[in-house]
């Protein structure tokens, strides 16, 4: 799938539609995780920008089990959009491999039994998939799709450190290295494919406009991300949340979120780096205007793809267009 002269990107949502028959949505969960960045395994601070209700929807600040979780959001999204033919479970709040393997087991199977859910999505960071993890992702993923999201945010170590992530770049090739060498195993998942059931795919999380942050570093993450051959890219725009060690800096004008029109440039720039076969979940980060401090674009999430494609036609190019990598899957 390529992208559409219309589009000028591939769509995750197109590709998931491929490979499942059906619309399918994701459905998030909060299932109880922490993350080594802030259970004192690396740091207790967390990420200096990370304010987990700033990304979290309220309806799970307020724990409860998966099952009642899921069904809840299955009914929500089946009078919302009643065209919907299937769910992934998408847990997502901190890091959603960091627990022994076996109440990781336990989350997921009880996930994948609610009826309407047909897969899962796990989002985590790139240094919390040791093998037992990836072995489990892999048995899972031999009977059912397992689309995986590693936090990347930036190909470079040093915004990584300014950033306290905990994690530099190379953690994030290592486990993509070892996950993609699990799924391609004699007897291993394979990717997601229409008409079989499982596959492991493998996404990456990144963020634009980071303090420090040009062009040139954006295409050294897309170029990055290119040669690790993932399957899909989530994009986020820096953003400054309330009571975060980010939130000092901005007041203090040392950390100051992209405009519009500079995010839809290194948007552009990211796009045209990484190969048209990479499915784009999402080009920026929808917010609770409430929970954050800046920026405050005052637009939606089709206008913000709509400066974006405009960027991409008023240069002539798409996604792919100064790619380095091919990618072969
Ligand atoms: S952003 Fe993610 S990895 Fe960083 S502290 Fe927050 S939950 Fe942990």
Not at 43 to 68: D, H, W
Not at 159 to 165: K, Q, S
């Amino acid at each position: 799938m390529t992208p559409s002269s219309d589009a000028r990107f591939t769509p995750f949502r197109e590709r998931i539609h491929a490979i499942f028959g059906m619309p399918v949505h994701k459905v998030t969960l909060e299932a109880g995780f922490t993350c080594p960045n802030r259970d004192g395994t690396l740091a207790q601070g967390g990420c200096s920008y990370c304010n987990v209700a700033s990304f979290s929807p309220p309806t799970l600040r307020a724990r409860r089990p998966v099952t009642e979780q899921l069904r809840a959001g299955i009914a929500r999204k089946r009078r919302a959009r009643p065209g919907v033919g299937g769910f992934l479970a998408y847990f997502q709040p901190f890091s959603n491999t960091y627990a022994p393997v076996e109440r990781l087991r336990a989350l997921y199977e009880e996930a994948l039994a609610v009826e309407g859910v047909v897969g899962l999505a796990i989002g985590t960071r790139p240094d919390c998939v040791p093998e037992p993890v990836v072995a489990l992702l892999a048995e899972i993923a031999a009977r059912t799709a397992v689309f995986l999201e590693l936090g990347l945010e930036t190909a470079s170590d040093a915004t990584l450190a300014r950033l306290d992530r905990g994690h530099d770049a190379a953690a994030f090739v290592d486990a993509i290295e070892r996950l993609d060498a699990a799924r391609r195993a004699p007897g291993g998942p394979g990717t997601p494919e229409p008409g079989r059931p499982g596959g492991l795919a493998l996404g990456a999380h990144v963020i634009l406009g980071l303090p420090g942050e040009g062009a040139t570093e954006v295409r050294a993450t897309a170029d990055l991300l290119a040669a690790g051959g993932v399957d899909s890219v989530k994009v986020h725009h820096f953003y400054v949340a309330p009571r975060t060690r980010l939130a000092d800096a901005w007041r203090r004008g040392e950390a100051t979120p992209p405009t519009l029109e500079a995010f839809a440039r290194l948007a552009a720039d990211l796009l045209e780096r990484l190969p048209a076969p990479v499915a784009i979940e999402r080009l920026w980060g929808e917010l609770d205007a409430r929970r954050v401090l800046a920026p405050h674009w005052r637009v939606g999430p089709d206008q913000v793809r709509a400066r974006i494609v405009a960027e991409l036609r008023r240069r002539g190019s798409r996604q792919g267009s100064r790619a380095l990598t091919e990618v072969t899957s």
